[in-house]
């Protein structure tokens, strides 16, 4: 068997050939052609008018001999037969094909449609142009790239030749245009707010930072639009959302990655009750939209997202399955906790926040859902308000679905008094080496002194669509971030 290097120069031979003979291995213009699904549909009515057809598309396959080559050409819309024969070209023509093109290769053919013996739909050739000479050789139709490090690297070639990976890409694209759709429809206006901040704030996590040289200034890439569209209420617009990409310079696993496309929403005027009627409403029209169903087979769960969506208290939740208050508990009693559970963690700068969510993430494992998380205690979260009768707490839900938390929405707190101690007690924890407590954002506290709206919030990654999928997030990304492989 030939080795990639030598059909590597195999293929440069055959392009030197075809510029030999005075061809364009990689013209700009393409002649008219029609999409191969439209053919087919249409292919009765073409092959009765015997009517002349052109398509453009990839060779992915082709076979034959001495006088007639049969070639199958993808365009991206479907696959269609080419047959090539000895009659129909001239003497040159057909033996420049058979000697210079290969699959991988993409074409324009011109044809008549008509049924083979064997009841394929093809288009009898005589005339064929070079769009594109490949250089390298495609993975085997049946097989595909196997090893998943090269899948992923190489993900131009899986969605090629995988058309499950195919699927993920398209039905990606359905997921994000279903919640477009479902929020322009109820009046919420989409917007782009900055990605380079001089402060990184809306959510609890590590950001990256990078440099402006215009400006010679350090910034952060955003880890949440979530004070942007605050301001925007501030402003007087009363249903805002956002889809776009945020950064988190955290661990890699199956759920978490380190860029990613996430959508928040703003409506002023509402709690955070009737944001969890609107979410429970906008996750079962994405189920439906994208996947055409609400049952989804996740991990070993089996979610219904029509089913009754349950509502699960945050501090009773962790004493039923743990035996800790956290509202009581001090951090020696919690750290001794997660030791007799087994649970790994860095001990450095671990605050009593980053212990009650690990306990809370050891117990919200063992929960299907779907439902409703509340009652996250308020040193928890510094941009919700307070419940107004029990102050320990605040009015926030996170939906939650096979063991892991799909987005999280507040009653936003809109008390610039209250908002100013919470990131004062958040600095307080960065100091003391918490890298994932929020900075203190004075311009955001201003802008809310001129008066914020009550109004509810929620914010979904697509990670919720890697789970809706049963995949990674990883194989659910078009183009995983890689580390190079010089660096392997």
């Known amino acids: 068997m030939a080795s990639l290097e030598e059909i590597r120069q195999e293929r440069l031979k055959k392009l030197s050939l075809l510029k030999k003979a005075g061809i364009d291995p990689y013209p700009a213009q393409v002649a008219d052609s029609l999409e191969i699904s439209k053919i087919l549909a249409d292919f009765t009515a073409l092959e009765e008018a015997s009517s002349t057809v052109s398509i453009a598309g990839r060779i992915m396959a082709m076979r034959g001999q001495g006088g007639l080559v049969f070639a199958d050409i993808y365009d991206g819309t479907s696959t269609m037969q080419a047959v090539i024969k000895a009659d129909n070209l001239s003497a040159d023509s057909f033996e420049l094909f058979q000697n210079t093109l290969d699959v991988g290769d993409f074409v324009h053919v011109t044809g008549v449609a008509f049924t083979t013996k064997r009841g394929e739909k093809s288009l009898e050739i005589n005339n064929w142009t070079i769009l594109s000479k490949s ?17 992923l690297r190489k993900r131009y070639l899986d969605i090629l030749t995988n058309e499950e990976v195919k699927d993920v890409v398209i039905k990606r694209s359905i997921f994000w245009s279903s919640i477009r759709n479902f929020l322009s429809d109820r009046g919420f206006l989409e917007v782009d707010t900055p990605v380079l901040e001089n402060l990184a704030g809306g959510a609890e996590a590590e950001p990256f930072v990078t440099h402006h040289n215009a400006l010679d200034l350090d910034l952060f890439l955003r880890i949440s639009p979530e004070l942007w569209l605050k301001r925007l209420m501030v402003a007087g617009l009363p249903k805002v959302f956002e889809i776009g990409r945020v950064f988190r310079n955290e661990g890699m696993d199956a759920e978490h990655l380190q860029d990613y496309t996430a959508v928040e929403w703003y409506w002023a005027y509402a709690d955070y009750h009737e944001g969890m009627k609107l979410v429970k409403a906008m996750f079962q029209h994405i189920a439906r939209a994208t996947f055409g169903t609400t049952k989804f087979k996740i991990k070993e769960f089996e979610i219904d997202l029509a089913d009754t969506w349950e509502t699960y208290d945050y501090v009773s939740t962790i004493l039923e399955k743990t035996g800790v208050n956290v509202l009581t508990a001090d951090l020696t009693e919690m750290m001794a906790k997660i030791d007799s559970l087994g649970i790994k963690y860095d001990k450095n700068g671990f605050s009593r926040n ?19 998380l509340i009652n996250v205690p308020v040193f928890m979260e510094p941009l919700a308000k307070k419940k107004a009768d029990n102050p320990e707490v605040v009015e926030r839900f996170q939906v939650l679905l096979a063991g892991s938390e799909m987005g999280k929405g507040f009653s936003e707190l809109n008390d610039p008094i209250d908002q100013a101690e919470r990131f004062d007690d958040q600095s307080k924890l960065r100091a003391a080496g918490d890298k994932e407590a929020q900075m203190y954002d004075t311009d955001f506290v201003e ?42």
């Open 354 to 372: 980053r212990a009650v969510d690990t306990l809370w993430k050891y117990c919200r494992r063992q929960i299907a859902g779907p439902g409703f």
């Open 447 to 488: 802008a809310m002194e001129y008066g914020m709206p009550p109004c509810s919030g929620f914010g979904v990654s697509e990670r919720l669509f890697s789970f809706l999928s049963n995949k990674t997030v990883r194989e659910t990304q078009i183009f995983p971030l890689m580390r190079p492989k010089n660096q392997d």
């Open 135 to 151: 250089l390298r050789s495609l993975p085997e139709k049946w097989h595909g790239l196997k090893d998943e490090e090269e899948r």
